[in-house]
Protein backbone atom coordinates (compact mmCIF):
# COMPACT_ATOMS: atom_id res chain seq x y z
CA UNK A 1 0.00 0.00 0.00
CA UNK A 2 0.97 3.46 -1.45
CA UNK A 3 1.96 5.37 1.76
CA UNK A 4 0.31 9.11 1.41
CA UNK A 5 2.23 12.13 1.94
CA UNK A 6 0.33 14.81 3.74
CA UNK A 7 1.25 18.36 4.45
CA UNK A 8 2.72 18.92 7.76
CA UNK A 9 0.80 22.01 9.14
CA UNK A 10 1.76 22.31 12.70
CA UNK A 11 -2.04 22.29 13.72
CA UNK A 12 -2.04 18.53 12.34
CA UNK A 13 0.58 17.23 14.75
CA UNK A 14 -1.15 19.87 17.92
CA UNK A 15 -3.00 19.06 20.59
CA UNK A 16 -5.23 21.73 21.92
CA UNK A 17 -6.06 22.79 25.98
CA UNK A 18 -9.13 24.94 25.95
CA UNK A 19 -9.94 27.55 28.31
CA UNK A 20 -12.77 29.60 29.62
CA UNK A 21 -11.47 31.67 31.87
CA UNK A 22 -13.30 32.70 34.14
CA UNK A 23 -13.71 29.74 35.74
CA UNK A 24 -10.22 28.34 34.94
CA UNK A 25 -7.92 29.68 38.07
CA UNK A 26 -8.29 33.20 39.95
CA UNK A 27 -5.32 34.74 40.16
CA UNK A 28 -6.11 38.29 42.12
CA UNK A 29 -8.41 36.94 44.38
CA UNK A 30 -11.69 38.16 43.55
CA UNK A 31 -13.04 35.05 42.92
CA UNK A 32 -13.19 35.49 39.40
CA UNK A 33 -10.76 33.62 37.00
CA UNK A 34 -8.39 35.42 34.82
CA UNK A 35 -5.41 36.32 32.91
CA UNK A 36 -3.45 36.19 36.27
CA UNK A 37 -4.37 32.57 37.12
CA UNK A 38 -3.87 31.60 33.46
CA UNK A 39 -0.20 32.94 33.76
CA UNK A 40 0.26 30.74 36.92
CA UNK A 41 -0.56 27.89 35.31
CA UNK A 42 0.80 27.41 32.05
CA UNK A 43 3.53 25.20 33.02
CA UNK A 44 0.86 22.96 34.15
CA UNK A 45 -0.92 23.44 30.69
CA UNK A 46 2.54 22.64 29.02
CA UNK A 47 2.86 19.48 31.42
CA UNK A 48 -0.29 17.79 29.87
CA UNK A 49 1.79 17.82 26.35
CA UNK A 50 -0.38 20.61 24.47
CA UNK A 51 1.06 22.60 22.20
CA UNK A 52 -1.79 24.66 21.56
CA UNK A 53 -4.42 26.70 23.41
CA UNK A 54 -7.84 28.03 22.86
CA UNK A 55 -9.05 31.34 24.99
CA UNK A 56 -12.98 31.55 24.95
CA UNK A 57 -13.48 35.16 24.76
CA UNK A 58 -11.08 37.45 26.81
CA UNK A 59 -12.72 41.08 25.92
CA UNK A 60 -15.16 43.48 27.59
CA UNK A 61 -18.50 42.16 28.16
CA UNK A 62 -21.52 42.40 29.06
CA UNK A 63 -21.66 38.75 30.35
CA UNK A 64 -25.29 38.19 28.93
CA UNK A 65 -23.25 35.14 27.69
CA UNK A 66 -20.02 35.33 29.08
CA UNK A 67 -18.14 36.88 26.65
CA UNK A 68 -20.11 35.85 23.79
CA UNK A 69 -21.55 39.47 23.99
CA UNK A 70 -18.57 41.37 23.22
CA UNK A 71 -18.55 45.41 23.61
CA UNK A 72 -14.94 45.70 22.37
CA UNK A 73 -12.72 43.74 19.86
CA UNK A 74 -9.76 45.34 20.60
CA UNK A 75 -9.12 44.85 24.44
CA UNK A 76 -9.59 42.62 27.11
CA UNK A 77 -12.47 42.48 29.74
CA UNK A 78 -11.08 43.99 33.21
CA UNK A 79 -12.33 41.33 35.37
CA UNK A 80 -9.32 39.16 33.41
CA UNK A 81 -6.81 41.42 33.28
CA UNK A 82 -5.34 44.05 30.58
CA UNK A 83 -3.64 44.16 27.51
CA UNK A 84 -0.50 44.24 29.20
CA UNK A 85 -1.14 40.88 31.51
CA UNK A 86 -2.63 39.18 27.94
CA UNK A 87 0.81 39.98 26.11
CA UNK A 88 2.23 38.25 29.28
CA UNK A 89 0.60 35.08 28.85
CA UNK A 90 0.98 34.94 25.16
CA UNK A 91 5.02 35.24 25.38
CA UNK A 92 4.90 32.31 28.23
CA UNK A 93 2.89 30.24 26.09
CA UNK A 94 4.80 31.33 22.94
CA UNK A 95 8.49 30.50 25.31
CA UNK A 96 6.85 27.38 26.46
CA UNK A 97 6.23 25.82 22.76
CA UNK A 98 2.52 26.55 22.77
CA UNK A 99 0.56 28.15 20.18
CA UNK A 100 -2.15 30.95 21.13
CA UNK A 101 -5.42 31.03 19.46
CA UNK A 102 -8.13 33.52 20.45
CA UNK A 103 -12.51 33.46 19.80
CA UNK A 104 -13.73 35.58 16.94
CA UNK A 105 -17.16 36.28 17.51
CA UNK A 106 -18.73 38.23 14.00
CA UNK A 107 -21.99 37.26 14.13
CA UNK A 108 -23.33 39.05 16.53
CA UNK A 109 -22.25 41.60 19.12
CA UNK A 110 -23.59 42.78 22.77
CA UNK A 111 -25.85 45.28 22.47
CA UNK A 112 -23.80 47.62 24.60
CA UNK A 113 -21.43 47.53 21.50
CA UNK A 114 -20.51 51.27 20.31
CA UNK A 115 -21.56 49.86 17.11
CA UNK A 116 -25.10 49.19 18.42
CA UNK A 117 -25.72 52.35 20.20
CA UNK A 118 -24.62 54.25 17.35
CA UNK A 119 -26.66 51.90 14.87
CA UNK A 120 -30.09 51.65 17.16
CA UNK A 121 -30.15 56.20 16.86
CA UNK A 122 -30.59 55.70 12.62
CA UNK A 123 -30.50 58.07 10.53
CA UNK A 124 -29.50 58.48 6.87
CA UNK A 125 -26.10 59.68 7.44
CA UNK A 126 -25.12 57.75 9.92
CA UNK A 127 -22.56 55.15 8.97
CA UNK A 128 -23.35 52.66 11.46
CA UNK A 129 -27.08 52.31 10.33
CA UNK A 130 -26.84 49.21 8.39
CA UNK A 131 -24.22 47.36 10.69
CA UNK A 132 -26.95 45.59 12.32
CA UNK A 133 -29.79 43.66 10.44
CA UNK A 134 -32.96 45.78 10.93
CA UNK A 135 -36.80 45.91 9.83
CA UNK A 136 -39.80 47.61 10.13
CA UNK A 137 -41.99 44.11 10.86
CA UNK A 138 -40.61 40.69 12.42
CA UNK A 139 -40.24 37.34 9.99
CA UNK A 140 -41.40 34.31 11.72
CA UNK A 141 -37.85 32.81 13.22
CA UNK A 142 -36.94 31.58 16.88
CA UNK A 143 -33.64 32.70 18.38
CA UNK A 144 -31.42 30.30 20.13
CA UNK A 145 -31.56 31.17 23.19
CA UNK A 146 -33.98 33.66 24.11
CA UNK A 147 -37.52 33.77 22.18
CA UNK A 148 -38.43 35.27 19.04
CA UNK A 149 -35.19 36.42 16.87
CA UNK A 150 -36.60 39.79 16.60
CA UNK A 151 -36.48 42.96 19.49
CA UNK A 152 -38.16 45.79 18.90
CA UNK A 153 -36.05 48.78 19.72
CA UNK A 154 -37.67 52.01 21.05
CA UNK A 155 -34.92 54.88 20.14
CA UNK A 156 -34.60 53.32 16.39
CA UNK A 157 -38.49 52.53 16.37
CA UNK A 158 -37.28 49.03 14.28
CA UNK A 159 -36.85 45.72 15.03
CA UNK A 160 -33.46 44.30 15.41
CA UNK A 161 -32.50 40.48 14.58
CA UNK A 162 -30.59 38.54 17.04
CA UNK A 163 -30.43 34.61 16.54
CA UNK A 164 -29.11 34.12 20.03
CA UNK A 165 -30.23 36.38 23.41
CA UNK A 166 -32.03 39.86 23.01
CA UNK A 167 -28.50 41.36 24.48
CA UNK A 168 -26.41 39.88 21.00
CA UNK A 169 -27.59 41.82 18.11
CA UNK A 170 -25.95 40.16 14.57
CA UNK A 171 -24.20 42.48 12.57
CA UNK A 172 -25.19 42.75 9.09
CA UNK A 173 -22.12 40.87 7.08
CA UNK A 174 -23.57 42.14 3.97
CA UNK A 175 -22.44 45.66 4.55
CA UNK A 176 -18.68 46.25 3.54
CA UNK A 177 -18.17 47.96 6.32
CA UNK A 178 -18.55 45.60 8.59
CA UNK A 179 -16.59 42.99 6.96
CA UNK A 180 -13.64 45.90 6.82
CA UNK A 181 -14.05 46.14 10.84
CA UNK A 182 -14.11 42.25 11.20
CA UNK A 183 -10.24 42.66 9.06
CA UNK A 184 -9.45 45.50 11.20
CA UNK A 185 -10.12 42.90 14.28
CA UNK A 186 -8.32 40.24 12.95
CA UNK A 187 -5.07 42.43 12.45
CA UNK A 188 -5.55 43.53 15.46
CA UNK A 189 -4.84 40.55 17.50
CA UNK A 190 -2.66 38.89 14.56
CA UNK A 191 0.12 41.76 14.57
CA UNK A 192 0.42 40.77 18.26
CA UNK A 193 1.46 37.66 17.66
CA UNK A 194 -1.78 34.88 18.20
CA UNK A 195 -1.73 32.33 16.28
CA UNK A 196 -5.18 32.02 14.30
CA UNK A 197 -9.07 31.88 15.77
CA UNK A 198 -11.93 29.69 16.77
CA UNK A 199 -14.60 31.31 15.10
CA UNK A 200 -17.88 31.25 16.77
CA UNK A 201 -21.21 30.08 14.61
CA UNK A 202 -19.14 31.32 11.88
CA UNK A 203 -21.86 29.37 8.86
CA UNK A 204 -24.00 32.05 10.63
CA UNK A 205 -22.97 35.13 9.28
CA UNK A 206 -24.78 35.55 6.05
CA UNK A 207 -28.31 35.52 5.67
CA UNK A 208 -30.91 34.23 3.16
CA UNK A 209 -31.85 37.99 1.15
CA UNK A 210 -35.18 38.43 2.00
CA UNK A 211 -34.72 36.95 5.36
CA UNK A 212 -37.70 35.15 4.57
CA UNK A 213 -39.97 32.95 7.33
CA UNK A 214 -39.18 29.85 8.11
CA UNK A 215 -41.25 26.39 8.87
CA UNK A 216 -42.87 27.62 11.73
CA UNK A 217 -43.69 24.64 13.84
CA UNK A 218 -40.18 23.38 13.92
CA UNK A 219 -38.57 25.13 17.27
CA UNK A 220 -35.36 26.68 15.79
CA UNK A 221 -34.22 24.31 13.37
CA UNK A 222 -37.51 25.85 11.55
CA UNK A 223 -35.48 28.85 11.04
CA UNK A 224 -32.36 27.47 10.56
CA UNK A 225 -32.08 26.70 6.89
CA UNK A 226 -32.32 30.89 6.40
CA UNK A 227 -29.07 31.67 7.95
CA UNK A 228 -26.96 28.29 8.02
CA UNK A 229 -24.50 27.68 5.12
CA UNK A 230 -26.02 30.99 3.68
CA UNK A 231 -26.11 32.62 -0.24
CA UNK A 232 -22.44 34.41 0.44
CA UNK A 233 -21.10 33.15 2.99
CA UNK A 234 -17.86 31.92 1.23
CA UNK A 235 -17.06 35.15 -0.65
CA UNK A 236 -16.83 36.71 2.80
CA UNK A 237 -14.94 33.84 4.55
CA UNK A 238 -12.73 34.42 1.56
CA UNK A 239 -11.91 37.85 2.55
CA UNK A 240 -11.04 36.77 5.96
CA UNK A 241 -8.96 34.21 5.15
CA UNK A 242 -7.06 36.27 3.09
CA UNK A 243 -6.06 38.32 6.02
CA UNK A 244 -5.54 35.49 8.38
CA UNK A 245 -3.01 34.07 5.22
CA UNK A 246 -0.54 36.83 5.41
CA UNK A 247 0.42 35.95 9.13
CA UNK A 248 -0.20 32.06 8.75
CA UNK A 249 -2.92 31.91 11.07
CA UNK A 250 -5.24 28.98 11.24
CA UNK A 251 -8.78 29.05 11.67
CA UNK A 252 -10.88 26.50 13.13
CA UNK A 253 -14.52 26.93 12.56
CA UNK A 254 -17.75 26.53 15.03
CA UNK A 255 -20.26 25.05 12.29
CA UNK A 256 -23.40 24.08 14.69
CA UNK A 257 -25.62 22.03 12.71
CA UNK A 258 -23.74 21.89 9.58
CA UNK A 259 -23.40 18.60 7.38
CA UNK A 260 -20.18 17.28 6.53
CA UNK A 261 -20.88 17.77 3.15
CA UNK A 262 -21.18 21.43 4.02
CA UNK A 263 -18.37 21.69 6.12
CA UNK A 264 -15.91 20.17 2.84
CA UNK A 265 -17.05 23.43 1.09
CA UNK A 266 -15.23 25.41 4.08
CA UNK A 267 -12.06 23.05 4.50
CA UNK A 268 -11.41 22.04 1.04
CA UNK A 269 -11.62 23.27 -2.66
CA UNK A 270 -11.48 26.73 -4.27
CA UNK A 271 -14.04 27.40 -1.30
CA UNK A 272 -11.42 26.05 1.65
CA UNK A 273 -11.68 28.52 3.95
CA UNK A 274 -11.30 27.16 7.47
CA UNK A 275 -8.50 24.73 8.57
CA UNK A 276 -10.67 22.77 10.69
CA UNK A 277 -14.12 22.90 11.93
CA UNK A 278 -16.27 21.81 14.83
CA UNK A 279 -18.67 19.58 14.22
CA UNK A 280 -21.92 18.76 16.33
CA UNK A 281 -23.11 15.13 14.98
CA UNK A 282 -21.36 12.93 17.74
CA UNK A 283 -22.44 15.47 20.48
CA UNK A 284 -26.28 14.59 19.53
CA UNK A 285 -25.90 11.04 20.26
CA UNK A 286 -27.57 12.02 23.56
CA UNK A 287 -29.83 15.15 22.65
CA UNK A 288 -31.18 17.33 20.12
CA UNK A 289 -30.69 21.23 21.26
CA UNK A 290 -29.62 20.05 25.01
CA UNK A 291 -32.68 21.18 27.33
CA UNK A 292 -35.32 20.76 24.15
CA UNK A 293 -34.89 17.06 23.71
CA UNK A 294 -32.65 14.54 25.72
CA UNK A 295 -32.78 10.56 24.94
CA UNK A 296 -30.34 8.30 26.64
CA UNK A 297 -27.16 7.62 25.26
CA UNK A 298 -26.54 5.20 22.75
CA UNK A 299 -22.63 4.19 21.32
CA UNK A 300 -24.21 3.91 17.74
CA UNK A 301 -24.96 7.10 17.37
CA UNK A 302 -21.76 8.52 18.77
CA UNK A 303 -19.81 5.96 16.46
CA UNK A 304 -21.76 6.47 13.39
CA UNK A 305 -21.37 10.40 13.52
CA UNK A 306 -17.60 10.09 14.46
CA UNK A 307 -17.15 7.44 11.36
CA UNK A 308 -19.07 9.50 9.06
CA UNK A 309 -16.58 12.34 9.54
CA UNK A 310 -13.25 10.38 9.91
CA UNK A 311 -14.58 8.23 5.99
CA UNK A 312 -15.75 11.69 3.82
CA UNK A 313 -12.66 14.08 5.77
CA UNK A 314 -10.21 11.04 4.74
CA UNK A 315 -8.20 12.80 2.52
CA UNK A 316 -10.18 16.09 1.40
CA UNK A 317 -9.68 17.72 5.24
CA UNK A 318 -8.46 17.70 8.63
CA UNK A 319 -11.09 16.95 11.73
CA UNK A 320 -10.80 18.92 14.83
CA UNK A 321 -11.75 16.17 17.69
CA UNK A 322 -13.35 16.79 21.06
CA UNK A 323 -15.88 15.58 23.81
CA UNK A 324 -16.25 18.55 25.98
CA UNK A 325 -15.93 22.23 25.81
CA UNK A 326 -17.74 25.40 27.42
CA UNK A 327 -21.36 24.78 26.04
CA UNK A 328 -21.65 20.77 26.35
CA UNK A 329 -22.22 19.41 29.72
CA UNK A 330 -19.49 16.68 31.46
CA UNK A 331 -18.62 13.94 28.99
CA UNK A 332 -18.12 11.22 31.45
CA UNK A 333 -22.30 12.42 33.43
CA UNK A 334 -23.31 11.91 29.82
CA UNK A 335 -21.54 9.26 27.73
CA UNK A 336 -19.62 7.49 30.71
CA UNK A 337 -20.74 6.61 34.22
CA UNK A 338 -20.37 8.83 37.51
CA UNK A 339 -19.87 5.12 39.03
CA UNK A 340 -16.89 4.01 36.78
CA UNK A 341 -15.07 7.43 36.90
CA UNK A 342 -11.94 6.91 36.35
CA UNK A 343 -12.60 3.96 34.10
CA UNK A 344 -15.05 6.03 32.07
CA UNK A 345 -12.83 8.84 32.09
CA UNK A 346 -9.99 7.02 30.55
CA UNK A 347 -12.06 5.31 27.94
CA UNK A 348 -13.40 8.72 26.67
CA UNK A 349 -9.91 9.92 26.18
CA UNK A 350 -8.81 6.49 24.08
CA UNK A 351 -11.56 6.50 21.99
CA UNK A 352 -11.60 10.31 20.69
CA UNK A 353 -7.92 10.91 21.41
CA UNK A 354 -6.55 8.22 18.24
CA UNK A 355 -9.04 9.60 15.56
CA UNK A 356 -7.71 11.14 12.82
CA UNK A 357 -7.91 14.83 13.70
CA UNK A 358 -6.43 17.09 15.91
CA UNK A 359 -7.84 16.59 19.72
CA UNK A 360 -9.10 19.15 22.29
CA UNK A 361 -9.04 18.83 25.89
CA UNK A 362 -11.17 20.96 27.72
CA UNK A 363 -10.23 22.61 30.96
CA UNK A 364 -11.41 19.95 33.99
CA UNK A 365 -11.91 17.16 31.60
CA UNK A 366 -8.17 15.99 32.13
CA UNK A 367 -9.42 15.11 35.58
CA UNK A 368 -12.30 13.71 35.20
CA UNK A 369 -14.85 16.95 36.53
CA UNK A 370 -18.31 15.75 36.05
CA UNK A 371 -21.73 17.49 36.24
CA UNK A 372 -23.19 19.64 38.71
CA UNK A 373 -26.51 19.62 40.14
CA UNK A 374 -27.91 22.11 41.98
CA UNK A 375 -31.24 22.62 43.90
CA UNK A 376 -32.99 25.53 42.12
CA UNK A 377 -33.08 26.98 38.56
CA UNK A 378 -32.80 30.02 40.48
CA UNK A 379 -28.85 28.56 41.01
CA UNK A 380 -28.06 28.27 36.78
CA UNK A 381 -26.87 31.76 35.57
CA UNK A 382 -26.36 30.42 31.84
CA UNK A 383 -28.86 32.99 29.51
CA UNK A 384 -29.59 29.54 27.31
CA UNK A 385 -30.36 26.83 30.35
CA UNK A 386 -32.44 29.61 32.12
CA UNK A 387 -34.58 30.19 29.20
CA UNK A 388 -35.21 26.78 28.01
CA UNK A 389 -35.85 25.74 31.50
CA UNK A 390 -38.97 28.16 31.29
CA UNK A 391 -39.52 27.41 27.29
CA UNK A 392 -40.22 23.96 27.09
CA UNK A 393 -41.69 20.38 28.67
CA UNK A 394 -43.88 22.75 31.27
CA UNK A 395 -46.49 20.63 31.40
CA UNK A 396 -43.95 18.61 33.58
CA UNK A 397 -42.85 18.38 37.29
CA UNK A 398 -40.30 21.00 38.39
CA UNK A 399 -38.22 17.77 39.36
CA UNK A 400 -38.37 15.96 35.56
CA UNK A 401 -37.29 19.97 34.57
CA UNK A 402 -34.68 20.02 36.96
CA UNK A 403 -33.71 16.67 36.01
CA UNK A 404 -33.14 17.62 32.51
CA UNK A 405 -30.82 20.91 33.64
CA UNK A 406 -28.75 18.72 35.08
CA UNK A 407 -28.28 16.52 32.52
CA UNK A 408 -27.96 19.03 29.60
CA UNK A 409 -27.15 22.49 31.25
CA UNK A 410 -23.77 24.64 29.72
CA UNK A 411 -23.27 25.65 33.29
CA UNK A 412 -21.65 22.55 33.98
CA UNK A 413 -18.80 22.60 31.95
CA UNK A 414 -18.56 26.34 33.60
CA UNK A 415 -17.95 25.26 37.22
CA UNK A 416 -14.76 25.97 38.51
CA UNK A 417 -11.64 24.06 37.94
CA UNK A 418 -10.77 21.44 41.14
CA UNK A 419 -7.05 22.09 41.30
CA UNK A 420 -6.97 20.30 45.31
CA UNK A 421 -9.10 19.82 48.23
CA UNK A 422 -8.51 23.01 49.76
CA UNK A 423 -11.60 25.98 49.98
CA UNK A 424 -12.77 27.20 47.26
CA UNK A 425 -11.00 23.83 45.22
CA UNK A 426 -7.79 25.80 44.86
CA UNK A 427 -9.18 27.82 42.07
CA UNK A 428 -9.79 31.39 44.41
CA UNK A 429 -9.02 32.59 47.95
CA UNK A 430 -12.24 34.42 47.60
CA UNK A 431 -16.04 33.02 47.28
CA UNK A 432 -16.16 32.13 43.71
CA UNK A 433 -18.32 33.68 41.29
CA UNK A 434 -20.13 30.49 40.45
CA UNK A 435 -20.60 27.11 42.59
CA UNK A 436 -17.88 24.58 42.83
CA UNK A 437 -18.86 21.03 42.37
CA UNK A 438 -18.98 19.56 45.48
CA UNK A 439 -16.94 16.15 44.56
CA UNK A 440 -13.57 18.53 44.57
CA UNK A 441 -12.75 16.74 47.65
CA UNK A 442 -12.03 13.65 45.41
CA UNK A 443 -11.64 15.13 42.12
CA UNK A 444 -8.83 17.59 41.64
CA UNK A 445 -5.46 17.85 40.01
CA UNK A 446 -3.39 17.71 43.27
CA UNK A 447 -5.12 14.13 43.81
CA UNK A 448 -4.54 13.12 40.56
CA UNK A 449 -1.39 13.99 40.09
CA UNK A 450 -0.19 11.72 42.97
CA UNK A 451 -2.00 9.04 41.11
CA UNK A 452 0.11 7.18 38.65
CA UNK A 453 -3.31 5.92 37.04
CA UNK A 454 -5.55 8.73 37.64
CA UNK A 455 -7.44 10.31 34.39
CA UNK A 456 -4.84 13.12 34.32
CA UNK A 457 -2.00 11.02 33.73
CA UNK A 458 -3.50 8.84 31.57
CA UNK A 459 -4.60 12.34 29.38
CA UNK A 460 -0.53 12.83 29.40
CA UNK A 461 -0.14 9.26 28.38
CA UNK A 462 -2.05 9.63 25.06
CA UNK A 463 -0.55 13.06 24.11
CA UNK A 464 2.56 11.32 24.76
CA UNK A 465 1.48 8.71 22.13
CA UNK A 466 0.62 10.75 19.55
CA UNK A 467 3.52 12.76 19.43
CA UNK A 468 5.35 12.46 16.25
CA UNK A 469 3.73 9.00 15.58
CA UNK A 470 2.88 8.65 12.26
CA UNK A 471 0.22 5.77 11.83
CA UNK A 472 -1.85 7.79 14.88
CA UNK A 473 -0.84 11.02 13.33
CA UNK A 474 -1.78 10.75 9.54
CA UNK A 475 -2.99 6.88 9.37
CA UNK A 476 -5.87 5.92 7.40
CA UNK A 477 -9.08 5.21 9.74
CA UNK A 478 -11.42 2.14 9.15
CA UNK A 479 -14.53 1.10 12.07
CA UNK A 480 -15.58 -2.08 13.09
CA UNK A 481 -17.90 -3.77 14.76
CA UNK A 482 -20.12 -0.84 14.04
CA UNK A 483 -23.22 -2.41 14.67
CA UNK A 484 -22.21 -3.61 18.03
CA UNK A 485 -23.53 -1.54 20.83
CA UNK A 486 -21.20 -1.52 23.46
CA UNK A 487 -17.27 -1.53 22.09
CA UNK A 488 -16.08 1.01 20.02
CA UNK A 489 -12.88 -0.25 17.51
CA UNK A 490 -11.15 1.23 14.85
CA UNK A 491 -8.33 0.93 12.94
CA UNK A 492 -5.67 3.51 12.10
CA UNK A 493 -3.63 2.15 9.49
CA UNK A 494 -0.40 3.45 7.66
CA UNK A 495 1.17 1.20 4.97
CA UNK A 496 1.60 -1.91 6.56
CA UNK A 497 1.17 -0.87 10.21
CA UNK A 498 -2.07 -0.49 12.14
CA UNK A 499 -2.99 0.96 15.59
CA UNK A 500 -6.60 -0.47 16.91
CA UNK A 501 -8.34 0.96 19.65
CA UNK A 502 -10.81 -1.00 21.46
CA UNK A 503 -13.15 0.75 23.67
CA UNK A 504 -15.58 -0.43 26.07
CA UNK A 505 -18.88 1.62 27.12
CA UNK A 506 -20.53 -0.24 29.40
CA UNK A 507 -20.39 -1.17 32.93
CA UNK A 508 -20.82 -4.44 32.54
CA UNK A 509 -18.04 -7.06 31.71
CA UNK A 510 -18.17 -8.22 28.63
CA UNK A 511 -16.81 -10.72 26.02
CA UNK A 512 -15.92 -8.76 22.33
CA UNK A 513 -15.74 -11.09 19.15
CA UNK A 514 -12.60 -9.59 17.64
CA UNK A 515 -13.93 -9.32 13.73
CA UNK A 516 -12.82 -11.90 11.14
CA UNK A 517 -9.36 -12.37 10.97
CA UNK A 518 -7.73 -11.09 14.46
CA UNK A 519 -7.93 -13.89 16.66
CA UNK A 520 -4.29 -15.23 17.10
CA UNK A 521 -2.59 -12.07 15.52
CA UNK A 522 0.00 -10.86 17.63
CA UNK A 523 -0.40 -7.82 18.49
CA UNK A 524 1.16 -5.08 20.88
CA UNK A 525 0.44 -3.46 23.62
CA UNK A 526 0.67 0.34 23.47
CA UNK A 527 -1.75 1.59 25.85
CA UNK A 528 -4.28 0.37 28.69
CA UNK A 529 -6.68 2.06 30.78
CA UNK A 530 -6.29 -1.38 33.13
CA UNK A 531 -2.63 -1.79 34.00
CA UNK A 532 -3.02 -4.15 36.60
CA UNK A 533 -4.38 -6.84 33.97
CA UNK A 534 -2.66 -5.80 30.88
CA UNK A 535 1.17 -4.77 30.52
CA UNK A 536 2.13 -2.00 28.03
CA UNK A 537 4.26 -3.16 25.62
CA UNK A 538 4.42 -6.44 25.82
CA UNK A 539 3.75 -8.67 22.68
CA UNK A 540 0.98 -11.36 22.47
CA UNK A 541 -1.37 -13.27 20.61
CA UNK A 542 -5.04 -11.91 20.36
CA UNK A 543 -7.61 -14.61 22.10
CA UNK A 544 -8.95 -16.99 19.85
CA UNK A 545 -12.54 -17.28 21.96
CA UNK A 546 -13.11 -13.62 22.47
CA UNK A 547 -11.50 -10.74 23.70
CA UNK A 548 -12.52 -10.45 27.58
CA UNK A 549 -12.87 -6.52 28.50
CA UNK A 550 -13.99 -5.26 31.87
CA UNK A 551 -15.93 -2.45 32.84
CA UNK A 552 -15.32 0.33 30.04
CA UNK A 553 -11.68 -1.10 29.09
CA UNK A 554 -9.86 0.25 26.53
CA UNK A 555 -6.56 -0.25 24.92
CA UNK A 556 -4.74 1.03 21.66
CA UNK A 557 -2.81 -1.98 20.33
CA UNK A 558 0.08 -2.28 17.47
CA UNK A 559 -0.23 -5.10 14.67
CA UNK A 560 1.64 -5.68 11.35
CA UNK A 561 -0.69 -6.15 8.35
CA UNK A 562 -0.50 -8.18 5.82
C1 LIG B 1 -21.29 29.34 20.29
C2 LIG B 1 -20.52 29.53 21.56
O1 LIG B 1 -19.67 28.43 21.74
C3 LIG B 1 -21.53 29.68 22.66
O2 LIG B 1 -20.95 29.63 23.94
C4 LIG B 1 -22.27 30.96 22.43
O3 LIG B 1 -23.28 31.08 23.42
C5 LIG B 1 -22.91 31.00 21.05
N1 LIG B 1 -22.03 30.54 20.03
C6 LIG B 1 -23.31 32.40 20.71
O4 LIG B 1 -22.17 33.20 20.54
Known sequence: MAVKKEAREWYKEAVFYQIW????????????????GVYDKLEYVKSLGVTAIWFNPLYPSPNADFGYDISDYCNIHPDYGDLDQFKKVLNRAHELGMKVIMDLVINHTSDEHPWFLESRKGG??????DYYIWRDEPNNWDSIFEGKAWEYDPVRGQYYLHLFAKKQPDLNMDNPAVREEVKKVLRFW??????????????????????PNGIGFLPII??????????HIHEYLAEFRKVCDEYGAVQIGEGPMTTVNNALKYLSGDTKS?????????????????EYYHRPFKLIRFKKALSRWQYKLADKAWNSLYLENHDHPRIISRYGSEKFHRESGTALATA????????????????????????????????STINNYHKYHLKDTVEQRLRRIHLSSRDSARTPVQWDDSENAGFSS?????????????????????????????????????????VLLYGDYREYAHDNPFVYMYERRKGRTSCFVICSFTGQPITFMLPKGFAGHSAKMLLTNYPDKRVTGRVGKLPEKGLKLSPYEAMVIKMKRV
Open 274 to 290: MDMMFSFDHMMADCLFT
Open 190 to 211: LSMGVDGFREDVINFISKKEGL
Open 222 to 231: GSMHNYKDGP
Open 430 to 470: AKPWFFVNPNYKTINVAAEEKDENSILNYYRRCVKLREGNS
Open 352 to 383: YMFLKGTPFIYQGQEIGMTNIRLKSIDDYVDV
Open 124 to 129: DDNPYK
Open 21 to 36: VRSFADGNGDGIGDLY
